[in-house]
């Protein structure tokens, strides 16, 4: 009997949903072969199920649904990005994907207007420069975040990108992970200052350091079953010590146990996050030692801060007399042009790279000190920024309605016109984080957010209009907890002067060098709540 018929879940038929018992029937890595050999002949060659097993080749159906066009995602493990790799990205988006270029909060790059006929070639050209979009969605290991500082950071205990590299070849099209019970999020970063956001990912390495046989030995604690979506989960931190060189056969085992045991009756219950809170850390260390071995429990939390991935602004790198400037690139959109320029930027006055980072922006590492002026007077520079006004600077936002089938709200060109008004408008010292979502999943990641906007619907007597939730107080490191949301939806217009009144208390009230969330917590809720009542009052 092989293998795949002795999986634990097969055993329960009768409870699997839909998509689980056609997982049993394919794997879903096979719809790559399929689509590089009938894609060319059109939409209609592919069945209802092979569209599902799309996300495993990092393709969804591009809205509205059935028109034959693909939204793409591609992963960038870790930020890391050639200009080689970027200039590819930049032509297939110019033939393909009318010349849009996404960078998502977890530092992949997405296309748009993908054709069915297209796909074929899309898929040769990233192989070509060794760049990949299988994987990028489905229930699999998705891509691979970190620290897009890796190897260059100040801040950094080790340079994670050789174990990057080397867990990203462990899952990339691996069948023993190509049937998890949900999609699946890996972040690694050795960054102080937690750039990896491992509360909020299914597995996460963080830094740390333990006295082993006498000599202080750098490694990594582990973190399991963080997600947000609807139902949001902080990550927990496991009694566990990890050397740089077991992290993958951790991952391993933490990703078995997943597939194993994790829920596959319900897809809305089968994140890891669900298992993780059932079993509580213990058990779930107990299994997971059952699988890999006895391993040294925790040493010392190195991280001491969360900067929430801002990296914007020229800053010194480790190796003397070098930098890197951290570029903003508006809800983290850019064309194919800017990025062939920024491929250019990067051999000029870099070392031929650039890095993606998981606030939708984009940096220039490893620029000398003599050639900085040259590259701050660069035109592009005056359009992706690297030294953004308050609010635009701080705004993170979801594909939205425009292209996602699960958006019911307009989200980038709607984060942008708030973040531009708020920085006309309020005069404010201390960034805020804006993060704005068309729908309950999470894209945009607006429970981390320090003012988070949820899409939503308002019945008006003119019918329905766009509206939002707004949650307040979200922050990740050594104080994470998710924002919560306040009573009163509002409507899409009066969103960003209900922000402006919130910020006007916060900065009538703050205490000094209080942040935002810091502010909320203080205060409490309910006077957030209170201000939002006062405001919603005085407009109806």
Request: glycine content about 8%; some cysteine; overall charge neutral.
């Amino acid at each position: 009997m092989s293998e795949q018929l002795t999986r634990p879940w097969e055993k329960q038929r009768d409870k699997l949903n839909k998509l689980e018992l056609l997982k049993l029937e394919r794997d879903g890595l096979e719809i790559i072969e399929k689509i590089k050999q009938v894609a060319r002949q059109g939409y209609t060659a592919f069945s209802e199920d092979d569209l599902t097993f799309f996300k495993w080749a990092g393709i969804y159906e591009q809205r509205p649904k059935g028109n034959g066009l693909f939204m793409m995602r591609v992963r960038i493990p870790s930020g890391v990005l050639s200009s080689e790799q970027a200039r590819t990205l930049a032509a297939i988006s110019r033939d393909y994907g009318r010349d849009l270029v996404d960078v998502t909060t977890r530092q992949a790059v997405q296309f748009h207007w993908l054709c069915t006929e297209c796909l074929p070639d899309v898929f040769d050209r990233l192989e070509s420069v060794g760049l990949f979009s299988y994987q990028a969605c489905g229930d699999v290991p998705r891509t691979i975040v970190g620290n897009p500082l890796a190897g260059i950071d100040p801040h950094e205990l080790i340079d994670t990108r050789p174990i990057v590299e080397e867990l990203e070849r462990h899952f990339l099209l691996n069948p023993e992970y190509s049937n998890l019970p949900r999609k699946y999020k890996t972040s690694i970063s050795a960054n102080i200052y937690n750039t990896g956001h491992a509360e909020i990912n299914d597995l996460a390495f963080t830094p740390a350091s333990k006295e082993i046989d006498g000599e202080e030995v750098i490694g990594f604690h582990v973190w399991v079953g963080g997600g947000l979506s609807a139902k949001p989960y902080l990550a927990r931190q496991l009694d566990l010590f990890v050397r740089p060189e077991e992290v993958v056969k951790v991952a391993s085992g933490v990703t078995r146990i997943f597939r194993d045991y994790g829920y596959r009756e319900k897809r809305h219950h089968a994140r890891l996050k669900f298992l993780v809170a059932d079993w509580g850390a213990e058990k779930f260390l107990a299994k997971l030692l059952e699988l890999i071995g006895p391993m040294p429990g925790r040493g010392t939390d190195r991280t001491v801060g969360w900067n929430a991935g801002y990296f914007t602004g020229v800053h010194k790198q480790k190796q003397p007399g070098l930098n890197y400037v951290g570029l903003l690139l508006p809800v983290g959109r850019m064309t194919a042009d800017d990025l062939d320029e920024l491929a250019r930027l990067a051999d000029q006055y870099g070392n031929g790279e650039l890095r993606t980072c998981n606030s939708q922006n984009i940096l220039i590492p490893n620029v000398p000190d003599e050639k900085l002026d040259a590259l701050l007077a660069e035109p592009l520079l005056s359009k992706l920024t690297p030294f953004p006004r308050t609010f635009i600077g701080h705004a993170v936002s979801c594909t939205g309605i425009e292209y996602c089938n699960l958006a019911i709200v307009e989200t980038k060109a709607r984060m942008l016109s708030i973040a531009h008004w708020l920085d006309e408008n309020v005069e404010l010292d201390t960034p805020i984080r804006l993060h704005i979502n068309g729908c309950p999943n999470s894209c945009g990641q607006q429970q981390i957010a320090d003012i988070g906007l949820q899409g939503a619907k308002v019945k008006t007597e003119n019918g329905m209009i766009d509206a939002f939730d707004i949650h307040v107080g979200g922050s990740l490191g050594p104080d994470a907890a998710f924002n919560k949301r306040l009573k009163g939806r509002v409507p899409a217009e009066r969103v960003a002067p209900v922000i402006a009144h919130l910020i006007e208390y916060y900065k009538a009230n703050r205490e000094p060098k209080e942040k935002f969330h810091q502010f909320v917590r203080r205060v409490g809720h309910d006077a957030l709540q209170n201000q939002l009542d006062q405001i919603l009052a005085t407009t109806a």
